[in-house]
T-cell receptor
Framework: AQSVTQPDIHITVSEGASLELRCNYS??????LFWYVQSPGQGLQLLLK??????LVQGIKGFEAEFKRSQSSFNLRKPSVHWSDAAEYFC?????????????FGTGTRLTIIP | SQTIHQWPATLVQPVGSPLSLECTVE??????LYWYRQAAGRGLQLLFY??????ISSEVPQNLSASRPQDRQFILSSKKLLLSDSGFYLC???????????FGEGSWLTVV
């Protein structure tokens, strides 16, 4: 069965500093990988996704993520965070053989931005 | 373009009362639809998914049920709510490249 681990429950970063959120997955085949962001009290918004091809994917709001098969990781990065990036971030993995009916989410990383 | 809506946005219900959360999708046909729950301090848990009218798959045994009476309508229900049913419920649909999942705005349920 597939699984996702986000080892950092809470991260605090200064505004303007760089950011990296970690995500490790477990899946037997080539996965579909996603990052979602959730602002307080809101639904989830898709930041970016990886299906195949270039392992460095660009998303919205200046985010990018790199798929590293050897490390089973899909870490999310941003070179300079803004106060509006404060939110909860979820990594997710989906199956490739029958769509994403079994999309599995990590437990999330809460990002706090300090001035 | 496709949109997804769910309501009500917030709900406070006493223990033992019924529940009905509704979700509709516009701008697409025959979508795969999902109900997820996010309990406080936890990740998202898939509750139900549906690949068509009247077709419901349950992921976890629980006090809730789901129905799909129309192609673009997905309803989450309970006959008698428990305190443990409190949480943030998200409807979602699959579309776009690679079956990407898109979420609705969510519904906050507090059982008191």
């Amino acid at each position: 069965a597939q699984s996702v681990t986000q080892p950092d429950i809470h991260i605090t970063v200064s505004e303007g500093a760089s950011l990296e959120l970690r995500c490790n997955y477990s899946y037997g085949a080539t996965p579909y990988l996603f990052w979602y962001v959730q602002s307080p009290g809101q639904g989830l918004q898709l930041l970016l996704k990886y299906f195949s091809g270039d392992t460095l994917v660009q998303g919205i709001k200046g985010f990018e993520a790199e798929f590293k098969r050897s490390q089973s990781s899909f870490n999310l990065r941003k070179p300079s965070v803004h106060w509006s990036d404060a939110a909860e971030y979820f990594c997710a993995v989906g199956a490739t053989n029958f769509g994403n009916e079994k999309l599995t989410f990590g437990t999330g990383t809460r990002l706090t931005i300090i001035p | 373009s496709q949109t997804i809506h769910q309501w009500p946005a917030t709900l406070v219900q006493p223990v033992g009362s019924p529940l009905s959360l509704e979700c509709t999708v516009e701008g697409t046909s025959n979508p795969n639809l999902y109900w997820y729950r996010q309990a406080a301090g936890r990740g998202l848990q898939l509750l139900f998914y549906s690949v068509g009218i009247g077709q419901i798959s349950s992921e976890v045994p629980q006090n809730l049920s789901a129905s799909r009476p129309q192609d673009r309508q997905f309803i989450l229900s309970s006959k008698k709510l428990l305190l443990s049913d409190s949480g943030f419920y998200l409807c979602a649909w699959v579309g776009g490249q690679g079956n990407t999942i898109y979420f609705g705005e969510g519904s906050w349920l507090t059982v008191v």
